[in-house]
């Protein structure tokens, strides 16, 4: 499974951008797709997730100004950022979690959860 990350760039404080994430490849009992990003100097964090049920969560600093999408068919989602701040600049990266039941030749009759990432897209707003 591959995932391709587009749409960040450079914006005013108060715009928007859209962020989108496609996987390619063959994945089955899908767990979540989610957006994390990192700043310079900080630990990767999780900004937005969705499950398999459609169930969202945001990080508290995104609440009512990000929305994460998704589009079955075509095995993509999306992080609409609106009101963006200073502080949102950072690298985003799109995350598909699966659960497996082969990894690394071993068999895992509960499953074992897997991570994939995108390469990362860089969003920056200035103020």
């Known amino acids: 499974v591959q995932l391709q990350a587009s749409g960040g760039g450079l914006v005013q404080a108060g715009g928007s951008l859209r962020l989108s994430c496609t996987a390619s490849?063959?994945?089955?009992?899908?767990?979540?797709l989610s957006w994390y990003r990192q700043a310079p100097g900080e630990e990767r964090e999780l900004v937005a997730g969705?499950?398999?049920?459609?169930?969202?969560n945001y990080a508290n600093s995104v609440k009512g100004r990000f929305t994460i999408s998704r589009d079955n068919a075509e095995n993509t989602w999306f992080l609409q950022m609106s009101s963006l701040k200073p502080e949102d600049t950072a690298v985003y990266y799109c995350?598909?979690?699966?659960?497996?039941?082969?990894?690394?030749?071993?068999?895992?009759?509960?499953?074992?959860?897997?991570?994939?990432w995108g390469r990362g897209t860089q969003v920056t707003v200035s103020s």
């Open positions: 490849g063959s994945f089955f009992s899908l767990i979540s």
């Open positions: 969705i499950t398999r049920d459609g169930i969202t």
């Open positions: 995350n598909l979690k699966t659960l497996l039941s082969y990894y690394s030749g071993t068999y895992y009759p509960e499953g074992y959860e897997h991570n994939y």
